[in-house]
C-alpha cells in the first residue's frame, strides 16, 4: 500500500504538470481505489505538500543534479525530497526505498539509481543543503526559494507588511488546511452536532465567538460520508468566510441578494441566518457552477433560495430590489494559497490585469440593485490592494452618494481606520479576506 499511494500522488503531479487544477486531479486519483482514511490522507498530503513546496524542491534538485532531469524524473525526486524534507513521521529509509521503487514502477527503471544518488546526497549533506544553493541569490529570491513562492508575491507581501510577518504568512500558507464547518442552525445546536461526530469517533469542536462555526480534528474520510452530511446538518467553510455574512447581517423577511453566488457557501448561510424566512436571490452567469449550490439548498432544507442564471456585471434584472446584496467577487485567492497549492504558481500581474476592472464592473451594475439605504457587502478571499482597498476607494469616488458602514463587534476588532476589514492569515489563524459594508445613503441614482 506504501508504493501504491506514492503511484497516486505520482499520477495526480503528473496531471498536474500537464495543466491540470490540483483539487481535480487528485479527487480523480482518490476514486480509482478504495484506500482507507490514512492512506487518503497521504496521498493528500504528497500533492498538496509537493506542489506547494516545488520550488523549494526544485532548487534541492537543480543543487544535486548535473542537468535538469526530465519532468517524470523530476515528479519522483519532488516527492522523494519532500518526504524526507517536511514528514517526520516518514523514516528516510522509506522514503527513499519507495522512491527507487516507484522510479522502476513508472517505466525509469534505468533512472533508478540516479533517485537513490539524489536522496542519499541530501541525507549525507551537512546542515541545511538549500541555505548553500540559495546564499548568491538576491534577497526576494532567497525567501522565495526557501518558502517556495514566486518573487512577485514575496515582493508584496514585504511591502505590505515587513520582513518578518511576510515569513509568517509563508509559514502559514505552507501548512495543511484545517478543516472547518458550519452548523445548519435549522437542523439542531452546536453541542448536539458534536455529541453526534464523537459517538462516530470523530473530534469536533466549536470555534469561539463564531457562533455556527466548528472545526474537524483528523479527518481523512470524504466529506459525504461524513455524520450528518446528507441529512443537512452542516457545510464545509472557513471561519473566515463565516465572518463575511455575519457583517451582512440579513434578517428574515428581507430580500438578500448573492451577486457572484456559485458554488453557494455564503448563500446558504445568509438563507441560515435568516431563519429560512424571507427571499434570497443567488446569481450566477455559469448554470454548471450553480448546479453545488442548488444540491446544498435541497439537502440543507433552505427552500428560501432562488437561483438566476445571471451575469452580474452588467445585468438590471434586479435593479432597487435588494434590501442587502453580497459581492463576493472573483479574485486572485491570495488570502487561501494554502487551500489551493497550485494557485501560487498562477502569475499574479496576469490574472490582476483581468480581475480588477471585472470587480469594478459589478460593483459599479450591482450597487444599483440595493434598496435605497440598504447595505452592500464587498468581499474577497485575496490580500491584493489592488482588488481590495484601492477598488473601495474607486467606487466610492465615483459613487458619492455610499459610505462605509463601520463594522461592529466582534468585527471591529479587525477593521481599519477607514471602516473595512482585512484579514491576515499570520495574525487571525483563518483564511485571508478582504470585506466592507457599505451603505447607500439617499434616495437618488447611485
Known sequence: MELIARHLAFNALDAIAKGAYADVALDRVLHVCDLQASDRA?????????????????????????????????????????????????????????????????????????????????????????TSMIAGLPHVSQLGCYYSFPDELIEGWLDLVGLEECQALCDWFNRPPRLDLRLNP????????????????????????????????????????????????????????????????????????????????????????????????????????????????DRLGLSCIEIHTVDSATAPDFRGVGDRVLLDVPCSGTGTLHRHADARWHPLGQRLASLVPLQAQLLSNVCQWVKPNGVLVYATCSLEPAENEAQIQHFLRLHPQWRIDPPFAPLDQWAAPQGWITVWPQRQDMDGFFMVRLRRDNQGEV
Open 42 to 130: 497521504l496521498v493528500t498530503e504528497l500533492v498538496y505538500g509537493t506542489v506547494r513546496r516545488q520550488r523549494t524542491l526544485d532548487t534541492l534538485i537543480a543543487g544535486f543534479c548535473r542537468q535538469a532531469p526530465p519532468l517524470r524524473l523530476q515528479l519522483i525526486l519532488r516527492l522523494g525530497l519532500y518526504q524526507l524534507r517536511y514528514l517526520d513521521h516518514i523514516p528516510a529509509h522509506a522514503a527513499v526505498d519507495t522512491s527507487v521503487r516507484l522510479a522502476k514502477a513508472v517505466g525509469l527503471g534505468g533512472l533508478a539509481a540516479l533517485v537513490n544518488g539524489v536522496l542519499r546526497r541530501y541525507l549525507r549533506a551537512e546542515g541545511d543543503p538549500l
Open 186 to 297: 435549522l437542523r439542531g445546536d452546536r453541542q448536539h452536532l458534536i455529541q453526534l461526530f464523537a459517538e462516530a469517533g470523530y473530534d469536533l469542536r466549536a470555534i469561539p465567538t463564531l457562533p455556527q462555526g466548528l472545526t474537524l480534528n483528523h479527518c481523512g474520510a470524504p466529506m459525504a460520508t461524513l455524520p450528518y452530511f446528507e441529512a443537512g446538518y452542516w457545510s464545509v467553510q472557513d471561519r473566515a468566510a463565516q465572518w463575511v455574512a455575519h457583517l451582512l447581517d440579513p434578517q428574515p423577511g428581507e430580500v438578500v441578494i448573492d451577486a457572484c453566488a456559485a458554488p453557494g457557501g455564503k448563500t446558504t448561510h445568509i438563507a441560515e441566518l435568516m431563519r429560512n424566512q424571507g427571499r434570497v436571490i443567488a446569481c450566477d452567469r455559469t448554470p454548471s457552477r450553480l448546479r453545488r449550490l442548488r444540491q446544498n439548498r
